[in-house]
DNA sequence: GATCGTATGACATTTATATGACATTTTAAT
DNA sequence: ATTAAAATGTCATATAAATGTCATACGATC
């Protein structure tokens, strides 16, 4: 599950060189010349973090940052934004549209990285590589294994992402549907209920170290992965 | 709570085939048999989600979904294009217009409803998730927990949901028919007199950790959640 | 003490979740 | 290509929890 990096840049030879730094990052980069360009792409599929140049033709990248930040849809969408000089004041004006984090030009890929992986953290913290570990159960999502008190667990792919959103995203309820959207992804059409069933399938797996406890039903809501 | 989903379809038929699916997954049909319909129904109330047809005689679908969404109060409402056939060219006409999804007939009625469930689930407004603490007495919305002095209080849906509304608003009065707009919702129809009982049951929770006396009765008004 | 509003316990019903089974699809191996 | 194994989504049923209503008891107010 490589995350999607939608690049909102005009000038190419900058676009291309964000471009492959990204993908080196182990990210997959989207291009867009344009606030209207990547309103098209989000419109076919909503990128996991936004970078989005301060300056572009036609709608600024301030005014995108606003009408992303007006809709529902993309609202929760990190956006870094990038700026020409380090300017104080354009740094207050991106906060306040609010922009997660902005870096100025020019930067190292290094730094960007960094940034980009702490907005991640932040935001989505099941796109990052980190190991993962919680009451004696770890998962590596680089190895894409799992153990409970050192015992290996063996379970299907959904399951594995089901756990790993749940370890990124601990003592927080999450609804079927949201779950729905977060683990299986957005353009799917599948039941409610079939979340139900893949997460007693999850809880059978953590039974062999006794972690099943740690996958709670909290009624009326939905499950939430807590250690209370 | 049903969502409201307008049906913008010239053939009758066809009409009351979705309609009929669509009450029972659950939703609110309205019916339209044109564009111009269907924007008189729209003046009355909004629609959640609005399925529309390509073909329609006067104004067409398309135009329809151009007009709905260069309008203000309308531009967030998802639209669900409804397509005879399977044309890559409409597809990309129908999302640059604005549409969220489109499908194409003939479609299950599975498939249909699995869409307008998936699109709806997308725009689920967001509740606040801070932290309420009043007199040693918590409710964390993100984790859904409660707890007094520290002991943690098991409650139902219902009860969580009173109390969330009351620590939300303290030092204040509801009436019973208040608390069922506000807790229960406005379209339910529920006896007064139950609020009672559920005031009661939350009660009894909270004596586990003293904290009853919180929820105050004012006789001849309602109740009131205060510290005093 | 009569009246009115509220509290309480019991109960039938409704609603939500858990579970086991199954048909299909996907994936991997040959 | 063929086959076997694994994974997936859905359903029917079982189980558990929550809900709304009522009858009745209680307490305040006049």
Redesign the interface.
């Known amino acids: 599950m490589k995350a999607n990096v939608l690049i909102v840049e005009d000038e190419s030879p900058i676009l291309e060189l964000l471009a492959l730094n990204i993908s080196q990052a182990g990210y997959n980069p989207l291009r867009a010349i344009s606030a209207e360009h990547a309103e098209?792409l989000i419109?076919?599929a909503l990128p996991d973090i936004i970078l989005l140049d301060w300056m572009l033709p036609g709608m600024s990248g301030i005014d995108f940052a606003k009408k992303l930040r007006s809709?529902?849809?993309t609202k929760?969408i990190p956006i870094i934004m990038l700026t020409a000089r380090s300017d104080e004041l354009d740094k207050v004006r991106g906060l306040e549209v609010g922009a997660d984090d902005y870096i100025t030009k020019p930067f190292s890929p290094r730094e960007l990285n960094a940034r980009i992986k702490a907005v991640l953290r932040r935001k989505a913290p099941e796109l990052t590589e980190d190991l993962l570990k919680i009451n004696g159960l770890e998962l590596d999502p680089v190895s894409h294994r799992v153990s409970g008190n050192n015992k290996p667990l063996e379970m299907g792919p959904t399951e594995f992402r089901l756990l790993h959103f749940f370890m990124s995203n601990p003592?927080?309820?999450y609804s079927r549907?949201?779950l729905?959207?977060k683990v299986w992804g957005?353009?799917?059409?599948?039941?409610?209920r079939t979340v139900d069933v893949h997460i007693r399938r999850l809880r059978n797996i953590l039974t062999q170290s006794q972690h099943e406890g740690l996958i709670q039903t909290?009624?009326?809501?939905g499950y939430?992965l807590?250690t209370?």
Chains 1, 2 share one sequence.
Do not use: A
């Not at 957005?186 to 409610?192: A, G, K, M, T």
């Open positions: 098209k419109n076919e809709n529902t849809l929760t003592e927080r309820v549907s949201q729905l959207d957005s353009q799917i059409f599948i039941e409610d909290v009624r009326g809501s939430r807590s209370k």
